[in-house]
């Protein structure tokens, strides 16, 4: 069993940072590749990044969505359970609820996709709002 904890949003101007972390429990949350998604009022859930588990020697790969590639970065600190998401230059249409999600995967470097049935977990969110 795997809880997720969202925190770090906010309401923030056009090209400022912010960082969202992922906060999960469970002795097996290494072992998951987790994922972030976003869903603006209205509009469908998308895609935001994915980070896999980690090898023996701290390495990971990651995946992003186009538009937020470049200014967002997916980490994760297995050390303290937890999984962040740096993202800088926002704009307003990166407005939305921010939701992390755990997928389990076999190989340390799997990176799961945007298909929402493989997650397993999901946290309940966190809001980032962005003024222009």
């Known amino acids: 069993q795997v809880q997720l904890v969202e925190s770090g949003g906010g309401l923030v101007q056009a090209g400022a940072s912010l960082r969202l972390s992922c906060a999960g429990s469970?002795?097996?949350?290494?072992?998951?590749?987790i994922s972030w998604f976003r869903q603006a009022p209205e509009k469908e859930r998308e895609f935001v990044a994915a980070?896999?588990?980690?090898?023996?020697?701290?390495?990971?790969?990651?995946s992003y969505a186009d538009d937020v590639k470049g200014r967002f970065t997916i980490s994760r600190d297995n050390a303290k359970n937890t999984v962040y998401l740096q993202m800088n230059s926002l704009k307003p249409e990166d407005t939305a609820v921010y939701v992390c999600?755990?997928?389990?995967?076999?190989?340390?470097?799997?990176?799961?996709?945007?298909?929402?049935?493989?997650?397993?977990?999901w946290g309940q969110g966190t809001q980032v709002t962005v003024s222009s």
């Open positions: 999600a755990a997928a389990p995967t076999s190989t340390w470097y799997a990176v799961p996709g945007p298909s929402s049935y493989i997650y397993d977990y």
């Open positions: 469970g002795r097996s949350f290494s072992t998951y590749a």
């Open positions: 980070i896999s588990w980690s090898d023996g020697n701290g390495n990971t790969v990651d």
